[in-house]
């Protein structure tokens, strides 16, 4: 039996709900703000700095909750479940949460970011990468992750301006309904 659009949406949001609550037993953490805006209406948007020059990012970070210390945790709820690992972040692929942690700190001044994760909507589940256990060369923790993504981005856009923009196969192969397929050099086929 398929459930309506609307009753499924609210059986999805309240095992979020639920969920996320279950992580903090102890209820140290409450909602401080939701759908948070950052960049050029609303807020000033995440500034870094690169040899190329500043770069200006906008966005809207989903949930940011605190604790008793004035502690963040960002969460950013993903509707699929796939590419939300340490190894995606570490392999340049997933930069949205600690981009979302950063400017929830630096644009938006609510405090400082020590957890953040994905919410893994329909599987009721965090993703496993977390910011507080996230490791690589750089060090542990946030500030590691934060190291690694706004070196990625710093990469990508100095590429953006030099206008290089080479066509890359995804690592797990290109898809059969890929436009480019018929002539690209790149093309992968994708294994399933």
């Not at 999805?12 to 409450?30: E, H, K, T, Y």
């Not at 770069?55 to 960002?74: A, C, K, P, Y």
């Not at 630096?106 to 953040?116: I, M, N, S």
Request: aromatic share 10%.
């Amino acid at each position: 039996m398929l459930l309506p659009a609307r009753l499924l949406l609210a059986y999805v949001l309240a095992a979020a709900v639920q969920g996320i609550a279950d992580l903090d037993p102890d209820g140290s953490w409450r909602p401080l703000a939701f759908e948070c805006k950052f960049g050029p209406e609303e807020q000033p948007p995440l500034r870094l700095l690169s040899q190329g020059g500043e770069i200006r990012l906008h966005g809207i970070v989903e949930r940011v909750d605190v604790n008793s210390l004035g502690e963040l945790q960002v969460i950013d709820y993903k509707s699929g479940g796939s590419h939300l690992t340490p190894k995606d972040l570490i392999d340049g692929q997933r930069l949205q949460l600690p981009t979302y942690a950063m400017a929830a700190s630096q644009a938006l001044g609510l405090g400082d970011p020590v957890e953040g994760f994905y919410w893994k909507l329909f599987q009721a589940a965090p993703s496993s990468l977390k910011l507080s256990s996230f490791d690589y060369d750089g060090g542990p923790g946030p500030q590691a992750a934060f190291s690694l993504a706004s070196s990625y981005i710093e990469a990508t856009v100095s590429a953006i301006r030099q206008g290089a923009f080479s066509p890359l196969a995804p690592r797990d192969g290109c898809p059969d309904w890929c436009t480019a397929a018929a002539w690209c050099w790149h093309y992968q086929a994708r294994e399933y």
